[in-house]
């Protein structure tokens, strides 16, 4: 069974250019997660969905960041215009369990250099 | 709300010692538990998790950690250390009624010396 795919896995930008970054999550999972992880941190959620539904973006900074999940199966988040305190490691993770307690299936992640 | 404290960001152990990762957290309601492994430029990896089962929970490569309520902690074990062990850790929690969102700690380092 293939995993999560993104891409790119790498990216490097000039601030205030745009950028995006695909995810494909596992075949047949429902919930698709997006987080930041910043150096030395643990990851940090952006914005999940159900489906093809946004159910929790209270954390996705919506002045510049945008995310689409058509079909409720791929999905891109992108960063319009990107900042250098963008730069960061960028995970998508899918699940497949309705309710809690799911495992969450992570991705490599895209590794993000705004100069 | 919810957190997670993970005590040391680096920890140094000899191959074959045991390995000790340590984890706190703080919920208002029953919290799922979970560890998570990231090596190098890779995704993060489940290890184990609690879900309000046995207290005391096996995971993949040898590791176990046990959910100790009355000292809100879930660390993480590993009777001997190997090499390969040498990762990122992370612990994170989740919260009954709380959907799936998780809250990730800071992560420890662990390295595994000859």
């Known amino acids: 069974e293939a995993g999560v795919v993104q891409s790119p896995r790498y990216k490097i930008i000039e601030k205030k250019q745009p950028v995006a970054f695909w995810c494909n999550p596992i075949?047949?999972?429902?919930?698709l997660y997006w987080y930041l992880q910043n150096l030395g941190q643990g990851p940090e959620l952006l914005i999940r969905y159900e489906n093809e539904e946004a159910v929790d973006d209270s954390q996705l900074p919506k002045d510049r960041f945008s995310a689409e999940r058509l079909k409720g199966v791929d999905s891109t988040l992108k960063i319009q215009p990107a900042e250098l305190g963008d730069s960061a490691v960028y995970l998508c993770a899918s699940s497949s369990r309705l309710g809690e307690g799911g495992e969450q299936f992570f991705g490599p992640g895209t590794r993000l250099t705004v100069l | 709300a919810q957190s997670v404290t993970q005590l040391g960001s680096h920890v140094s152990v000899s191959e074959g010692a045991l390995v000790l990762l340590r984890c706190n957290y703080s919920s208002s309601v029953p919290p799922y538990l979970f560890w998570y492994v990231q090596y190098p430029n890779q995704g993060l990896q489940l290890l184990l998790k609690y879900t309000s089962a046995a207290t005391l929970v096996k995971g993949i490569n040898g590791f176990e950690a046990e959910f100790k309520k009355s000292e809100t902690s879930f660390h993480l074990t590993k009777p001997s250390a190997h090499m390969s062990d040498a990762a990122e850790y992370f612990c994170a929690v989740g919260l009954t009624g709380g959907g799936n969102k998780l809250t990730f700690g800071t992560g420890t380092q662990l390295k595994v010396e000859l």
């Open positions: 075949s047949g999972h429902n919930t």
